[in-house]
């Protein structure tokens, strides 16, 4: 084995706690996959004081960023702090620095990715992520390199772990949305502040990322439309089960001629499709490729341990590329001129849960509704009715139509006389 790596991690708590103890307590293994020793420089923290997990030597803590940025000795800088600033800047001053990166962080990467990586590109040093997507499921270096002769068609994924492990226990246990909020945050599954994951905005970085890796184009996440959980109830877990669907936030993306399609929100999954089955805090990335066919990658999407191993398997395959003075991974070159494809061109089908007056002349007003929009009915049942104030439940699944007049046949229903309230809409995956 000749010459060493030496390595400035930045954040010790859950991911960084695990990056830091792999590379302390297995350090010959790594070597010897690595080529070179991999050494732990120096390690950036808001507060060195604090009580940690893990025990770590007092003098590789730090709270000054040039204590680590400005070292020519580190050849590596590890983020896996979290948030945009100052991590965005952080990553540059290294990339400048001549310093190759690693980092965990989604909403960095998905803000900023492409810019880093035509920096990096420019400095000839590396970028790796594979963390900030998935934790430890391989999804970037899948892409990066065994999928590479393909044309991705479409990816389509259960990428949140929290939103999962909620919509499971509301489907399981009928708990509405706050009750599984709450025992997800019980479970350590959810954070105190959970609207990054229930507002869809976790998925959409994520999608930005894999979107932008997956056509090698820019896909920002203010570009990804983007729907949260929060107006499902318990009721239509019942409903979508009796009609042969289970109910998942996803994020998917498709190819079309010029222009790709991006989007997260709550959909109801056909029970035999693998996204259906997605249990508890997984995640599942399901991908088509015009050579491969169809891909099924599942595993710990979160979670210290999962993460470092992608973080640590990223450090390895680096520090084998540096030894041997070669970029073993392909760079990226992003195509400028496909853009994203507006939602309500977005052709789809969807499920409406509509409370009316129990009387005639119902179905015939909402049944004018679709056909003045051009939306064709599949399917519409009366489910439960309300003797006590003369209401009924109907439920309407629809064919596949343009997401715009979907949606305006569920603002125009919810204007009829007899309607009550257009109580959940859904689109059907
Ligand atoms: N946790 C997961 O399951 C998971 C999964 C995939 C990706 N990620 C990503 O991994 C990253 C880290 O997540 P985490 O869960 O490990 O976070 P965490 O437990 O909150 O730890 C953050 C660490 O970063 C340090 N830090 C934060 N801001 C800093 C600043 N401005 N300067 C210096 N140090 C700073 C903190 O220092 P102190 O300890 O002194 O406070 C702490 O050690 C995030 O980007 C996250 O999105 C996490």
Partial sequence: MTGTINVGLVGLGTVGGQVAERLLTWGPQLS????????????LVRDPKKRRAIEIAPELLTSEPADLLEDPAIDVLV?????D???RSYLERAINAGKHVITANKMVMAKHGPELLDLAAARNVDVYFEA?????????????????????????????????????????AGLSLGEAVGEAQAAGYAEADPTDDIGGFDAAYKLAILGSIAYEIKVRPDEIYREGIEGIEPVDFRYARELGYAIKLIAHTQRHPGRVEARVHPAMVP?????????????????????????LLVGQGAGGRPTASAVVGDLIDL?????????????????????VVPMGEVVTRAYYRIRVDDRTGVL??????????????????????????????????????????????????????????????????
């Avoid at 010897?32 to 390690?43: D, K, P």
């Fill in 132 to 172: 900030a997507v998935g934790g430890g499921i391989p999804l970037i270096s899948t892409f990066r390199t065994d999928l590479q002769a393909n044309r991705i068609e479409r990816v389509s994924a259960v990428i949140n772990g929290t939103t999962n492990y909620v919509l499971g226990r509301m489907a399981v």
């Fill in 271 to 295: 029970l035999d499709h693998p996204l259906a089955r997605v249990e508890g805090a997984e995640n599942a990335v399901f991908v088509e490729g015009d050579l491969v066919g169809q891909v």
């Fill in 32 to 43: 010897r996959r690595a080529g070179v020793e991999l050494c732990l420089q120096r390690v």
């Fill in 85 to 87: 600033e100052p991590m």
């Fill in 364 to 429: 015939a007003a909402i049944g004018h509704v679709f056909a003045e929009e051009g939306v064709s009915i599949s399917s519409l049942i009366q489910k439960d009715a309300w003797s006590q104030d003369q209401t009924a439940e109907l439920v309407v699944t629809t064919h596949p139509a343009p997401d715009a007049s979907l949606q305006r046949a569920r603002e125009r229903m919810a204007a009829l006389e007899p309607v009550r309230a257009v109580s959940a809409f859904l689109r059907v995956f």
């Fill in 319 to 339: 520090a084998r590329s540096i030894r041997r003075g070669v970029q073993s991974r392909p760079s990226f070159s992003f195509d400028d001129r496909i853009t």
């Fill in 79 to 83: 983020e896996v702090a979290g948030g």
